[in-house]
Nanobody, 124 residues
Framework: VQLQASGGGLVQAGDSLRLSCAASTERSFSIYIIAWFRQTPGKDREFVASQKWRGLDEYYGNSVKGRFSISRDDANKMVYLQMDSLKPEDTAVYYC?????????????????WGQGTQVTVSS
């Protein structure tokens, strides 16, 4: 699976941004668990959100719960992350990832394929 993330940019605190991730795979995309992680320099990748196959069950990191929303378009093999009420501490490189496991994980090691990352910068 190849993943291509896009949609990052420079925004002000309180703004919204939607990240996209295009997947390339010959398999049906609905079988994959999808996720977003983020990373700042010198730190491990932080879990942001995940969604089980076919849109069943969603999970969010505590720092983004209520502000971010993960979604998918299986027909077009797309993953989205809607980010509202952005804060300066949301500044990071955001990565999309997919997994063929049975249960969504919260660790980066539990995901099999990764996009290249897209930078999100939130100014105060």
């Amino acid at each position: 699976v190849q993943l291509q993330a896009s949609g990052g940019g420079l925004v002000q605190a309180g703004d919204s941004l939607r990240l996209s991730c295009a997947a390339s795979t010959e398999r049906s995309f609905s079988i994959y668990i999808i996720a977003w992680f983020r990373q700042t320099p010198g730190k491990d990748r932080e879990f942001v959100a995940s969604q089980k196959w076919r849109g069943l069950d969603e999970y969010y990191g505590n720092s983004v719960k209520g502000r971010f929303s993960i979604s998918r378009d299986d027909a077009n093999k797309m993953v989205y992350l809607q980010m509202d009420s952005l804060k300066p501490e949301d500044t990071a490189v955001y990565y999309c990832a997919v997994s063929l496991r049975q249960v969504p994980g919260f660790l980066s090691s539990e995901y099999d394929y990764w996009g290249q990352g897209t930078q999100v910068t939130v100014s105060s």
